[in-house]
Each structure stands twice: as C-alpha cells, then as structure tokens.
C-alpha cells in the first residue's frame, strides 16, 4: 500500500467551511487524516478550535473521517478530495467567524 500511495504525491484537499468559506490544502497520500485536523484546529477560531466543536466527513454518502490514524490513501481521499466541516456548536456568525482573523 505504502508504495502505490507514493505514486500520487501530494494530495490537494479542499475543505468547506460553513459561510461557502473552501481552505485548500495538499497532503502527502501516506500522512495520516489527523494532519488535516490539526491544520483545520490552527485555523479556526477560538471557539471552533477543539476537535469536539467540529468534525470532517465525505459525502455522498455523509461519511464522517472517524478514525484519523488512516492516512489520506487508506481513506480513499486520493487522487484528490473535497471534505466538509461540521460545527457542532451554534453555527458561525460575523460576531463569531469560523476561521481566525489571522488565517
């Protein structure tokens, strides 16, 4: 697997936030799904930026990205994937944008 997942290089990941805010990204096919949330935990703001105020799923199916030891081959997110965040909380407002002001 690891040989076939090194053949893709890097993955360009396209996250969509709430606010039709997309962050794009790329990863290396063999890195786990856990680099994607700790990327999406320094971009969010202060009140997103726990891993229980949101989290990352697939669709269709709605499928959300549970087990962040797989890597980004193993997941099936290869050659390249659009990922939807979640919020948990009460969503976003301009009082209380999803990403930092910085980011």
């Known amino acids: 697997d690891a040989a076939r997942a ?3 290089g890097l993955v360009p990941v396209r996250v969509h936030l709430p606010g039709e805010i997309v962050v ?3 990863f290396a096919a063999t890195e786990p799904l856990s680099a ?3 990327l999406m ?3 969010l703001s202060a009140q997103l930026a726990t891993p229980a105020a949101f989290y990352l799923y697939t669709t269709p199916p709605r499928s959300p990205l549970k087990d962040l030891s797989l890597t980004f081959f193993q997941a099936k997110l290869v050659p390249a994937a659009h990922v939807y965040l979640h919020v948990n909380r009460p969503p976003p407002t301009p009082e209380a944008p ?3 002001g910085d980011a």
């Open 98 to 100: 999803v990403l930092r």
């Open 24 to 26: 794009q990204a790329a």
């Open 41 to 43: 935990l320094k971009l």
């Open 6 to 8: 090194s053949t893709y």
């Open 36 to 38: 994607l949330q700790e």
